[in-house]
T-cell receptor, first 113, second 112 residues
Framework: AQSVTQLDSQVPVFEEAPVELRCNYS??????LFWYVQYPNQGLQLLLKYLSGSTLVKGINGFEAEFNKSQTSFHLRKPSVHISDTAEYFC???????????FGDGTTLTVKP | EAEVAQSPRYKITEKSQAVAFWCDPI?????LYWYRQILGQGPELLVQFQDESVVDDSQLPKDRFSAERLKGVDSTLKIQPAELGDSAMYLC??????????FGPGTRLTVL
């Protein structure tokens, strides 16, 4: 079985400030890791993914995440946020041998002017 | 750019009624997923298809939910009868490779 814990349900931040959204996971097998963004009443859009190789992954919209195997974490970061980054962010893990993804409960990022 | 299509976008129904949602995956994607997302939570997998075959429906409430993908392309998810607790966003996703899923815009279901 696998699980995902997003440590912060809500993160308020001022525009142009840096932000980190935290994600921890547990799994007994190797996993792929993902971050998705969801705007109100829309589906999920992939921000970035870790499959293998370099532990620092760069995604769209200036986001990046770092895979830390020893701490079983995959935290999402952005050095300077914009108002348009206000959305719900989901961390997900997927067993490398199966198609099913397990999602965290999400972090609401609110960027204030 | 190819997208996953879903309809309707919004559905309001009364409890005990039947509802159906439709999903058209990205052309060529063999794997199709239906997720349920309750407000304030992450998506939860209901059913996964590989072509026309069900791969995983362990979390599908089979007494009232059914899903089919008869020709291995588009898919329908049905609820009969709907209950108040079924109010949620129903998301469809498809993938060609094992590692990346593409999501549709979802169907927001409200059961009164």
């Amino acid at each position: 079985a696998q699980s995902v814990t997003q440590l912060d349900s809500q993160v308020p931040v001022f525009e142009e400030a840096p932000v980190e959204l935290r994600c921890n996971y547990s799994s007994s097998v190797s996993v792929y890791l993902f971050w998705y963004v969801q705007y109100p009443n829309q589906g999920l859009q992939l921000l970035l993914k870790y499959l293998s190789g370099s532990t620092l992954v760069k995604g769209i919209n200036g986001f990046e995440a770092e895979f830390n195997k020893s701490q079983t974490s995959f935290h999402l970061r952005k050095p300077s946020v914009h108002i348009s980054d206000t959305a719900e962010y989901f961390c997900a893990v997927r067993n490398t041998n199966a198609g099913k993804s397990t999602f965290g409960d999400g972090t609401t990022l609110t960027v204030k002017p | 750019e190819a997208e996953v299509a879903q309809s309707p976008r919004y559905k309001i129904t009364e409890k005990s009624q039947a509802v159906a949602f439709w999903c058209d995956p990205i052309s060529g994607h063999a794997t199709l997923y239906w997720y349920r997302q309750i407000l304030g939570q992450g998506p939860e997998l209901l059913v996964q298809f590989q072509d026309e075959s069900v791969v995983d429906d362990s979390q599908l409430p089979k007494d009232r939910f059914s899903a089919e993908r008869l020709k291995g392309v588009d898919s329908t998810l049905k609820i009969q009868p709907a209950e108040l607790g079924d109010s949620a966003m129903y998301l469809c996703a498809s993938s060609q490779q094992e590692n990346e899923q593409f999501f549709g815009p979802g169907t927001r279901l409200t059961v009164l």
